[in-house]
C-alpha cells in the first residue's frame, strides 16, 4: 500500500496508458465480432477524418472559412460533452468508480487519466479536425505559432469535458435511469440529422456560408472554439484578442479539471446516494398518479394502467413511444417548416404511433406467462386485447389531433383540418385492428440484455411480417376512406371536406374493433405458441 501511494504522480501516466492499451487488446481478444467492429469503426474513422481534414484544407483562403471550423468546433465539442451521457459503457475507463478503491490522490489520478484518455479513436479524430482547421486559418508565422498551442488545447479541452461529464454524472450513467438515456441515444441521433438537415437547407436559401458568420462570432469566443478563433485572429494581426482567446480556452481546461477533480473527490469520500435512496424506498409508500381514478373498473382498466406503466417505466417500451413520438412531430412540422411540406404529412404522427401496437404480447416478454393465466376463452383474450387498444388511445388521439392542429397553424390551411384528422383517425383505426391480428398471429420476443437489440435472434422474419405486413394491410384498410377524400376534392365538393371528420373517426372505431374481435379467437386459441415465441430472448 505505502509502495503504491510513493509512487511518483509523473510516474502514473504511462501505466494508465498501458492499461487503456491493456483493456482494448484484451476487449479485442474476446471475439472476433468486436475485433471486426472495432477495425471498422478505425477504418471509418480515419476516411471520415481524412475527408474533413481535406475539405478543411480547401476552405484555405475562403473568406468565411473561420466561421465554418470556429462552428464545426463548437460542435465537436458538443458531441465529446453529450457522448458519455448516451454511451457510458463504451469505454471501461469512462468509469471511475472503478478507481475509488485505488490508495491515489485525485490530483495525480486526473492527469494520469487525462493522458490515457488521449489513446482512442474518438482523441484522434479530434486531431485530425483540429490540425485542418489550424492549416485552414494559420496565415503567418504569429498564427503558426498560435496553432502550436491552439490544436493541442482544443483537443485537451475536448477530453477534459467529456471526462468531466462522465465523473460527475456516474451515478446517474450507472443507474436505470442511466440505462434509459442509452437506450434513447438514437432518438438523439435521428433528431439531430433532422436539424442538421434544416439547417442545410435555411444555409443554401440564405445565400451561402454568410449565414453562419453571426453565430460563428459568438462561438469563438466560447472553449475550445474560441482556441480556434484565436488563430484566425493572430493571422489577421489582432494579436491581443488572440491571446484572449486562447487564454479564455485554458481558464476552461482549468476549469473542467477542477470539476473532474472534485467529482473524484466525492465519489472516493462519499457514498452512493442512490443506494442509500433504494434502501430507504420500501419504506415510502408508493405515490399515485391518479390515473387508476380516471380509467374503467375491472379488467380493463387493470389492463390499461398496467400497458401505461410500461410505457414510463419499462426502457425498452419507453424508447419506442418516445421515438415515436418525436418522429411523429418531427416529420409534419419540419416539412413544414422548409415551405414544401403538406398537411397531409400530419399523418405521419398517426401512423408512428399506430406502430405500438404491433407485437403486443412481445412487450410483456417472459412475464406474458402470468398475462396467459388469465386467459381461459375468446372473452378473456378480447377484453385484454381491447384493454391495451384504449391505453394506446389515451396517448394517440390527443398527440394525433395536436400534431394536425400544429401543421395547418403552420401551413395556415385549416380548411384543411377536418379531412387530415378524419384521415388520421381512421389510419389509427386501420393499424389498431392489423396490429391486434399481428400481435395474435406473429408475435416475437425483444431481447432485455441489450439496449440495441429489438429482436431474437432468428426471429427476424417475423418481426417483419408483422410489421410491414401489418402497415400494407392497414393501408388497404384505409382505402375506402382515402378514395372517398380524392373523389369529394375531384367533384368539387369543398364544402362538404368537413364530413370527412365523422366519417374517418367512425370508421376507425368500426375497423378497430373488428380487427380486435377477429384477433380475440386466434390469440386464446395460440397462448401455447405465444408464450414459446415471446420467451426466446
Known amino acids: 500500500m505505502s509502495t503504491v501511494s510513493a509512487t511518483p504522480a509523473a510516474s502514473l501516466a504511462p501505466i494508465f496508458i498501458r492499461l487503456k492499451l491493456s483493456l482494448l487488446r484484451n476487449g479485442l481478444h474476446q471475439s472476433s465480432s468486436r475485433t471486426a467492429a472495432f477495425v471498422t469503426s478505425l477504418v471509418v474513422t480515419l476516411l471520415l477524418a481524412a475527408g474533413q481534414l481535406i475539405g478543411l484544407i480547401a476552405l484555405r483562403g475562403n473568406d468565411h472559412a473561420a466561421s465554418v471550423v470556429v462552428l464545426l468546433t463548437a460542435v465537436l465539442a458538443l458531441g465529446w460533452a453529450v457522448m458519455p451521457l448516451f454511451f457510458p459503457s463504451g469505454d471501461e475507463t469512462l468509469d471511475p468508480t472503478r478507481l475509488v478503491m485505488l490508495p491515489l490522490r485525485p490530483g495525480p489520478l486526473v492527469r494520469a487519466l487525462l493522458a490515457a484518455s488521449l489513446v482512442g479513436i474518438g482523441p484522434l479524430f479530434t486531431l485530425c479536425l483540429t490540425v485542418g482547421s ?21 483537443l485537451l479541452v475536448c477530453v477534459a469535458l467529456a471526462r468531466a461529464v462522465a465523473a460527475g454524472n456516474i451515478r446517474l450513467l450507472t443507474s436505470r435511469k442511466g440505462r434509459d438515456l442509452a437506450v434513447l441515444s438514437g432518438l438523439v441521433i435521428a433528431v439531430g440529422i433532422q436539424v442538421v438537415n434544416f439547417g442545410a437547407q435555411r444555409l443554401g436559401e440564405s445565400g451561402g456560408l454568410s449565414a453562419l458568420d453571426p453565430a460563428a462570432g459568438i462561438a469563438r469566443w466560447v472553449p475550445p472554439a474560441s482556441a480556434i478563433g484565436a488563430i484566425d485572429s493572430a493571422s489577421e494581426g489582432s494579436y491581443g484578442i488572440a491571446v484572449a482567446q486562447l487564454a479564455l480556452s485554458g481558464a476552461a481546461l482549468l476549469a473542467l479539471l477542477w470539476w473532474w477533480q472534485h467529482s473524484l473527490t466525492k465519489l472516493m469520500t462519499s457514498p452512493d446516494g442512490s443506494t442509500l435512496a433504494a434502501a430507504s424506498e420500501p419504506t415510502r409508500k408508493e405515490s399515485s398518479t391518479g390515473l387508476h381514478h380516471l380509467l374503467p373498473e375491472g379488467r380493463t382498466g387493470t389492463v390499461m394502467q398496467r400497458s401505461l406503466r410500461y410505457v414510463w417505466r419499462d426502457p425498452k417500451t419507453k424508447a419506442a413511444w418516445v421515438t415515436a413520438l418525436a418522429i411523429g412531430l418531427i416529420v409534419p412540422l419540419f416539412n413544414a417548416l422548409q415551405g414544401t411540406g403538406s398537411i397531409y404529412f400530419a399523418c405521419f404522427a398517426a401512423g408512428m404511433l399506430g406502430i405500438q401496437m404491433y ?27 381491447r384493454a391495451r387498444a ?86 388497404v384498410l384505409c382505402a375506402p376512406v382515402i378514395a372517398l377524400t380524392i373523389w369529394m376534392h375531384a367533384s368539387g365538393a369543398d364544402s362538404a371536406l368537413w364530413l370527412m371528420l365523422p366519417v374517418g373517426a367512425a370508421y376507425g372505431l368500426l375497423i378497430g374493433w373488428a380487427g380486435v374481435r377477429v384477433a380475440a379467437p386466434q390469440t386464446a386459441n395460440r397462448l401455447p405458441e405465444i408464450l414459446t415465441a415471446v420467451s426466446k430472448g
Not at 486559418?137 to 482544443?154: D, E, I, Q, R
Not at 401543421?407 to 384521415?423: D, F, K, M, S, Y
Not at 389510419?427 to 431474437?456: C, E, H
Open 134 to 154: 489550424a492549416l485552414a486559418l494559420a496565415h503567418g508565422v504569429a498564427a503558426l505559432l498560435v496553432s502550436v498551442v491552439a490544436v493541442p488545447l482544443t
Open 359 to 385: 407485437n403486443q404480447f412481445g412487450q410483456d416478454t417472459s412475464a406474458f406467462w402470468m398475462v396467459a393465466l388469465t386467459i381461459s376463452s375468446t372473452k378473456d383474450a378480447y377484453a385484454e386485447l
Open 390 to 475: 384504449l391505453a394506446l388511445l389515451v396517448i394517440t388521439l390527443p398527440y394525433t389531433a395536436l400534431v394536425t392542429a400544429l401543421t395547418a397553424a403552420l401551413l395556415g390551411n385549416w380548411e384543411a383540418l377536418p379531412e387530415v384528422l378524419g384521415l388520421s383517425f381512421a389510419l389509427l383505426g386501420a393499424m389498431l385492428a392489423t396490429g391486434a391480428v399481428a400481435s395474435a398471429r406473429f408475435p416475437y420476443s425483444i431481447p432485455q440484455d441489450s439496449a440495441y437489440k429489438n429482436v431474437a435472434p432468428g426471429q427476424g422474419g417475423l418481426a417483419w411480417i408483422s410489421i410491414f405486413g401489418g402497415m400494407i394491410s392497414a393501408a
